[in-house]
Every structure is written in structure tokens, then in C-alpha cells.
């Protein structure tokens, strides 16, 4: 094939070792999982970072005892102060 493509004669054609080549496939198979998970990994590390960057921490004060009755009362109608 490669004669007639290109016009050269191949004076010794070598044969394929198939094992060599069945572990160079498997050898890059591997290559091309391994960067794509390490690049999926990458990714979602930083989206959790920029997600983490956005959140904000508010203080909020602490509620004392009787603003929380005086509340309930407020909102349970019918009931007058005991």
C-alpha cells in the first residue's frame, strides 16, 4: 500500500510484534484516562474554590429570651398576656 501511495519500493517490510503493540495501545489508553481524569479533577477543585471564595459570613447576634416570647406572642392572636 504504502508503494503505490507514495511510489517507494520497501526493500524488507517488518513485521508487527503484536504484543509490543497491544501494550503501546494499552499504554496510551491508559495516558489518555489518566489526564482526563486528573483534568476533571483539576476542574471541580477549582469550582469549589470559586464557590468557597463567594460565600459570605454574616454575624448575626444572639437572640435573648424574652425578644423570642415577645415574638410568639405577637404572632399567636386571641391569646392575651398572661
Known amino acids: 500500500m504504502l508503494a503505490e501511495a507514495f511510489g ?3 526493500e524488507n517490510p517488518q ?3 503484536r504484543v509490543m503493540f497491544g ?3 494499552l ?3 491508559w495516558g489518555t484516562c489518566w489526564f482526563s481524569a ?3 479533577l483539576a476542574w471541580d477543585r477549582l469550582l469549589q474554590s ?3 471564595s463567594r460565600v459570605e459570613v454574616v454575624a448575626v447576634s444572639k437572640v435573648s429570651g424574652d425578644d423570642l416570647r415577645a ?3 405577637s404572632r399567636m ?3 392575651g398576656p398572661q
Do not use: F
Request: charged residues 15%.
Open 50 to 52: 470559586r464557590a468557597a
Open 38 to 40: 486528573s483534568a476533571v
Open 8 to 10: 517507494t519500493v520497501l
Open 15 to 17: 513485521p508487527i510484534n
Open 27 to 29: 499504554y496510551l489508553l
Open 77 to 79: 392572636p386571641g391569646r
Open 23 to 25: 501494550i503501546s495501545v
Open 71 to 73: 415574638l410568639r406572642e
